[in-house]
């Protein structure tokens, strides 16, 4: 079943669209969730928050891109999850991604009228100017939160040549955000 088809399954209020959603992003939601969380019963909630939650916004939203929106609300459950266990002391991987990215994108501590939407832009623009297997490796790393090893492993690459592409990477970045006219 195509998106599309399962989307407007959600319009009609057919509860075949949550089915439909697991049988096509299912395993590939819950692996992500499991590399935030490291728990398969905390990943599996916060799978299940995502259905729920794209039950409730869907419509009136229509995704263009349905499995970018789905990441994006698992993400956002896994981290609350993560959050409400971890309170204080945060899991030492996220700790380590937040401090990785710290190094080139401003928080918003730093610039308040900093649109998301607008850093989602130029972060989008940026990463398209990137060859295709730095793109992905950022990727890997920044949104579905994978290991250095697991990158290395994916790509057939060593894990210095993975951590020397992410630090190159984000070096570019930091450049690129300066360019356009965002404090780093």
């Known amino acids: 079943m195509t998106d599309e088809q399962i989307v407007n399954l959600f319009f009609e209020r ?18 992500m969730a499991s590399h935030l969380l490291c728990s398969q019963e905390d990943a599996e909630e916060s799978v299940n928050d995502t259905y729920l939650k794209a039950w409730e916004t869907i419509p009136p939203t229509r995704p263009q ?31 380590s991604l937040t401090q990785e990215m710290e190094e080139c994108i401003p928080g918003s501590w730093q610039n308040a009228e900093l649109d998301s939407r607008e850093l989602s832009r130029i972060l989008s623009a940026f990463l398209r100017t990137q060859p295709q297997e730095n793109r992905l490796i950022f990727l890997r790393r920044y949104w579905y939160a994978d290991t250095v090893r ?16 992410l630090r190159r990477t984000r070096d570019k970045l930091a450049a690129y955000l300066k360019k356009e006219g965002i404090p780093v």
């Not at 349905?66 to 991987?93: G, Q, T």
């Not at 697991?150 to 592409?165: K, L």
């Open 65 to 95: 891109h349905f499995y970018a929106y789905l990441s994006k609300i698992c993400r956002h459950a896994a981290f609350a999850i993560l959050d409400w266990k971890n309170a204080a002391k945060r899991k030492a991987e996220v700790v």
């Open 14 to 31: 057919n509860e075949d669209a949550i089915q439909q959603t697991t049988n096509k992003y299912g395993s590939r939601l819950l692996n």
């Open 150 to 165: 697991e990158i290395a492993q994916r790509y057939g690459i060593s894990e210095s040549a993975v951590t020397m592409r």
